[in-house]
């Protein structure tokens, strides 16, 4: 076993557990970390465990993306469940635009463009892939 090889099973027996997914409570226990790591560091890209963060978040959205089937939901039908999480009315969405806007992308006569898409998720502080 060269050095290097030693030096790093070192580190992975005490790291293994943050970044290994393989199950039901590993990955509940991830979900809490990260958003442990979320609380303490923000979207503070300079702070010396962002990258953990940035680690974390993809494996938990990989072993998502194998167990959970997640059914495709158009922009619009996003946009209408957020309204209704945060009790908006049309006329509440101004960075989509007018009501009559609004009400063509809930019924889907026309799509949000990535102006509105980028709006609406810093918003509703979520991925803007969520709209897309």
Known sequence: MSVLTKEITNHWVTIRPWLTIRNEREYDQAVKRLNGLLDEIGDNERHPLY??????????????????????R????????????????????????SQGVVSEVLNGKRELNLRQVRALAKRFHVSPAVFI
């Open 51 to 72: 990258g953990l963060l940035d680690t974390l978040g993809t494996l938990i959205q990989a072993y998502e993306e194998k167990h959970y089937s997640v059914p495709k």
């Open 74 to 97: 158009s922009g619009g039908d996003m946009l209408r469940f957020f309204m209704e999480e945060h009790a908006l009315a049309q006329t509440d969405l101004p960075e989509v635009g």
